[in-house]
């Protein structure tokens, strides 16, 4: 630092001696004029002493400011450096999609037959081909239902066969990210995924006991419930209790045990018991069956054969709207969906995750920007090895915001104080709804990144990294830092 200051010292007396303009400038001008110029290498001092109180080094922090009006950042500390940025990650992969698919892009989904249909019934096989909807829920699979015995088809003599050879199909062999193997975070990608194949169990406390439900119910999820009540504040209610799941023929049981306390009102644990296919074929059994249609066959895995009648195609909502999940509850599986979506629109199907990457360095190197930094494992942030400087993710976030889909990639982010994974965050504060800011943590990664508008309405991009054991203490700096962007003048 000490050598920067020399070397504008000189340059500053360099330019007076050459030019005379600053010749009759006071000192405390000059000064002013020299720190000016060296000031964007500093944090701001609430911005150290949060750091400092949480015990996190200044060297394992990225951060980068930048107005959206200018070409050179208010504040650089550590930018060029490569480090993990957790879900932020989310916002290259969502940013890429919006420029690469268009806001407008739907997915489809495809039902076929193999055979004749005779008085309402299907004397074969009904097909149903995914492309990757990552938005594919429920109630979407019963309208798709609906619609084909709205075409017909009331009873089905042969299987259910799903087709997801869109995607790569030995991605879901992958090592789970951590332990917590049944966490619905933890699902692999699938071109046909339904729910997000996750069992939404929901506990709440009556006067004498815990109750257990499926948000969904599928009858093939039996729930043993060990769960004792107990009195007092909620606190960290997921550490209190445990949970253990048995698949077996029919399905999976699940058994729970610990204690809950009335205190916590309704809490929800996503757990993903099935694979894809699985959580479809139960889904679709229920869906079926409710819609008044008849069904005994099996599942069946395999590519839709060439000979196969089209029954319907329906599509998902725009990308506009599925990138809001994505980003406001920073929805990892929808993340890696989009992702292999990228690589098969773009290079080819089926879709890897490699080729996912691929597409998005090409797209960055179109517009001009080369990331050297750069890893790209899933497009998450769901890893250990993914990688970006806090200067090419602020530099891609100014360039967006100039973009043609800047209305739709900001209106995905979490809105300060208001909404998503920041809604708890500087609710007194005058920034509050002022500022759209992704987040991201992992165990040692905190991050967050966005745009912040400041007091007199100018808009500026922000970008905070920290890799550090004690990362998740960094919550109070990376707020210090948004207060301090919102209150430039």
């Known amino acids: 630092m000490f050598f920067v200051i020399d070397l504008l010292k000189g340059l500053l007396s360099l330019t007076c001696k050459s030019s005379g303009q600053f010749k009759s400038l006071p000192k405390v001008t000059l000064v002013l004029l020299l720190l000016s110029f060296t000031a964007h290498a500093e944090l701001p001092s609430t911005v150290a002493d949060a750091l400092k109180a949480a015990g996190i080094p200044a060297k394992n922090v990225a951060v980068y400011v930048q107005s959206v009006e200018s070409n050179s950042p208010a504040l650089s500390h550590n930018a060029d450096k490569s480090m993990n940025p957790a879900s932020v990650m989310k916002l290259v992969t969502t940013n890429a999609a919006l420029d690469l698919l268009t806001p407008a892009y739907r997915w489809k989904t495809e039902v076929y037959r193999d055979s004749d249909v005779v008085n309402g019934v299907l004397q074969g096989n009904l097909i149903i081909k995914g492309y990757g909807d990552p938005s594919f829920k429920a109630q979407d699979f019963w309208r798709m239902l609906m619609s084909v015995q709205q075409a017909g088809i009331k009873e089905i003599k042969g299987d259910l066969i799903i087709d997801t050879s869109y995607f790569i199909k030995n991605i879901a062999n992958k090592k789970a990210f951590d332990d917590e193997t049944w966490r619905a975070y ?8 339904v729910n997000g194949r996750s069992t939404s169990f929901k506990f709440n406390a009556t006067d004498t006991s815990v109750n257990i439900n499926q948000e969904f119910e599928l009858n093939e999820i039996q729930i043993v419930n060990n769960m004792k009540l107990v009195q007092g504040p909620c606190g960290e209610w997921r550490s209190r209790f445990g949970y253990v799941v048995k698949p077996n023929a029919s399905g999976a049981t699940v058994t729970f045990s610990g204690t809950f306390s009335p205190d916590c009102g ?19 059994k229920k869906l079926w069956k409710e819609l008044g249609g008849k069904f005994s066959g099996q599942l069946k895995i395999q590519d839709t054969p060439m000979s196969a009648v089209k029954v319907l195609e329906q599509l998902s909502d725009p990308l506009a709207y599925v990138v809001r999940d994505i980003n ?53 942030g769901l890893s250990r090895i993914e990688r970006i400087s806090a200067e090419h993710l602020g530099k891609m976030l100014v360039s967006t915001y100039n973009s043609p889909v800047m209305p739709e990639f900001m209106a995905s982010l979490p809105i300060l104080a208001l909404d998503g994974t920041v809604k708890k965050r500087l609710n007194d504060s005058q920034s509050n709804g002022r500022a759209h800011l992704k987040t991201g943590s992992l165990d040692g990664v905190s991050a967050i990144a966005g745009y912040v508008l400041d007091a007199n309405n100018h808009r500026h991009v922000l970008v905070m990294l920290v890799n550090h054991p004690k990362a998740s203490a960094s919550r109070n700096a990376q707020d210090a830092l948004i207060e301090w962007v919102h209150q430039q003048p």
Not at 186 to 193: C, D, I, Q, R, V
Not at 266 to 284: G, H, Q
Not at 329 to 354: D, G, I, V, Y
């Open 186 to 193: 933890n699902a692999e990608p699938s071109a046909f995924l």
């Open 266 to 284: 309704e809490r929800y644990l996503e757990l993903s018991v099935f694979d894809d296919e699985k959580y479809a074929f139960y889904t679709f």
């Open 328 to 380: 406001k509850w920073s929805n990892n599986l929808m993340a890696r969906q989009l992702l292999l979506t990228l690589a098969a629109e773009k290079l080819t199907a089926p879709a890897t995750e490699l080729n996912g990457a691929a597409v998005l360095k090409n797209w960055l190197a179109d517009k001009g920007s080369k990331f050297d930094e750069l890893v790209i494992e899933n497009g998450s």
